[in-house]
Structures are given as C-alpha cells and as structure tokens.
C-alpha cells in the first residue's frame, strides 16, 4: 500500500500501482511477440508478405482507424464506450463533403464536419452525465440517430468529390520522406496522447475515474467532467478520422463505417484496455490496431474466404475479451 497525490492537494491510499504496470507491460510485450511471431510465419508462407507495398498497405489500412482506437482507448479507460464511431465518422465526412460541394473552403468544411462530431460527443456526454444515461445506451441511440442524419444529407446518395483541391487530397493520399502523411498524422497523434495518458496530471484523473469514480469523486477530481470531455474528445478524434478518410477516397458515402465500431472496439481491448475501466494505454491499443490489420492482410494473402475472415477477427476478439475477464477476476482476488 501507498499513498498517491491527486489532484486538489488531497491524497488516498492506493494499491501500489507497481504490479499493474508491469502486467500492463507484460501484455504489451506478450502482443508484440505475436505480431513478430506472425511476421515470421507469414514470410515463410507469402512470398508478398516482406514487401514495402504490403507493408504500406498495412500502415494504410490501420492508421486513419487507429486514431478512433486511440479515442475509443480513453472513452474505455474512463468506464465508457462508444457504439457511434462508424456513424460519427460518416457524418463528419459527410457534412463536410455537403459544405465543400455548396462552395466552402476544403479546410472550413472540414473544421465543420469534425465540429459535428464534436457536437454528437458533446450530446452524448450530456446524456451520460447529467441524465444518468450509460455509455452503451447513448451512444447506440447516436449510432442510429446520426446513421439516419447521413442519410438525410445525402439522400443515401454518395457523393463525388474528386474536385477537392490537391493540397486538401495530399492529407490522405500524399507521402512525407516515404511515409504516407496518413501514417505520419497517426504516429504523432498516438505519441503525444500516449506521452499525456501517462505523464501529464490531468490525463492521469482519467485512469483515477475509470478505476473507482466514487474514490477519485472523493479525492477532488470532477469525475463528471472528466467522463464528459473524454466522450467529446472520443468523437472529436472519430470526426478527425472522418475527414481524413475523405481525403483518401475522395468521396462520401451515407453507409461508410458501418461495423467499425466492432474493429475499433476489439483493438483497443486486444491492446489491453478493460471494459471495466481504469487499465489500458495507447501503445497498446496502437499494437491492437496493427495486429487486427496484420491479421487481414495474412488471411487475404493465404486467400482465406471473407466470410472466415469475419470469424477469425470474432474469435480473437472473444479471447481478448475473456482473458480481460480472467485478469479481472484474478485481480479481485487478488
């Protein structure tokens, strides 16, 4: 036992945080060894595994998802979940791909879609904090609210957008000393929150509240704010992610993002977030987005059918989930 400084001046006895660390690190550590392992089995079985355009691929195909991983993390650390993400995204690519076509700026445009998910995070939030609603019920009310508000925007049409300026396209399609910039917009986003997530004091009051609410509630931290501006920020990086996939494809379509919420979620708990709050880091979740895209990029290589790709992703998801379950109980145990 030790005594840990909160915020306000006041302290509480706590665990030693010592054991949970270094569990936290053995998981870390334990992915790391599967996605090497992987790796290695696959440059045995593919011949187009070890290659740069397999591996661009792959960097592609998880960063602009894993900044929605890297929000989702926080939401689940704080005690939360998020069921809207693939929703949220499609609204902030579609209202920004609306406002660009009616003749705004690219960037104005896209300031306003992730404005609008800012927003729907915001309701959310409210709904949590002020109405008592849980996580699980608000955002499946958003999932399907915000699904229905694409729809109204664009008829259910997609819309084209191949007259988006280069400069705007060079977001998601464009490379910086080899690296595409999606790539590099994804590696610094999961270093600066990975780097506050464990050093800064006010990122920390997010593990406190997610641990105990009650406790922290006593300690002096505004467990309430804290839940609702992690909901905000979960959307707000969800709509980033919105705009930027707009700059990839060049469109918007009213049914992108269905199902991402299911990727999004078992990535952040295969890198060690708990659905009961209070663990989970960003360098882990970032090893759970690239495992997942690992996985897919294997099982298209090897030409296994979509249809046992989808129950592959489920199984692993299923023992993510249980062993969170096991260390759980173990942990109470304890």
């Known amino acids: 036992m030790s005594e840990t400084s ?4 006041m302290t509480q006895t706590r665990r030693d945080p010592g054991p949970l660390r270094r569990l936290a690190g053995m998981r870390e550590m334990g992915l790391l060894c599967i996605i090497l392992a992987l790796c290695v089995v696959m440059s045995f079985a593919s011949p187009y595994f070890l290659t740069w355009s397999n591996f661009r691929t792959i960097f592609l195909s998880f960063s602009i998802e894993g900044i929605v991983v890297i929000g989702m993390t926080l939401l ?3 005690g939360g979940l998020d069921l809207s993400v693939g ?6 690519m579609v209202v920004a791909g609306k406002l660009f076509l009616m003749g705004l700026d690219p960037w104005l445009a896209s300031a306003a879609g992730v404005a609008a998910a800012a927003a729907v995070g915001a309701a959310m939030g ?10 699980f019920i608000a955002s499946l009310a958003a999932m399907v609210i915000v699904r229905g508000l694409c729809l109204l925007i664009t008829k259910g049409t997609p819309m084209s957008l191949f007259s988006l300026p280069p400069e705007f396209k060079f977001v998601g399609q464009g490379s910086l000393g080899g690296l595409p910039v999606v790539v590099v917009i994804f590696v610094v986003l999961a270093v600066v929150f990975d780097f506050l997530l ?6 920390r009051t997010i593990i406190y509240t997610g641990s105990n609410e009650q ?7 505004r467990t309430k704010r804290v839940i609702f501006w992690v909901t905000v920020l979960c959307s707000t990086l969800t709509g980033l992610a919105g705009v930027i996939f707009m700059a990839r494809f060049g469109s918007a379509t009213p049914q992108f993002g269905v199902g991402m919420e299911l990727n999004v979620i078992a990535a952040a708990v295969i ?8 663990q989970g880091s960003i360098f882990g ?11 897919t990029s294997s099982l298209i290589l090897l030409d296994v059918s979509v249809y046992m790709q989808d129950m592959i992703k489920g199984c692993i998801l299923l023992a993510a989930v249980s062993f969170d379950h096991l260390m759980n109980k173990r942990g109470k145990r304890g």
Request: charged share 10%; hydrophobic share 55%.
């Open 198 to 203: 464990r050093r800064s004091a006010r990122f």
């Open 271 to 278: 890198g060690g977030a708990s659905l009961k709050g209070g």
């Open 215 to 221: 406790a922290a509630e006593y300690s002096g931290i």
């Open 6 to 9: 909160l915020s306000g001046g």
């Open 126 to 135: 409210l709904f949590v904090v002020r109405v008592g609603l849980s996580h």
């Open 87 to 92: 929703s949220v995204v499609c609204l902030a």
């Open 76 to 78: 689940l650390i704080v």
């Open 285 to 295: 979740a970032v090893l759970g987005v690239a495992l997942l895209s690992l996985v």
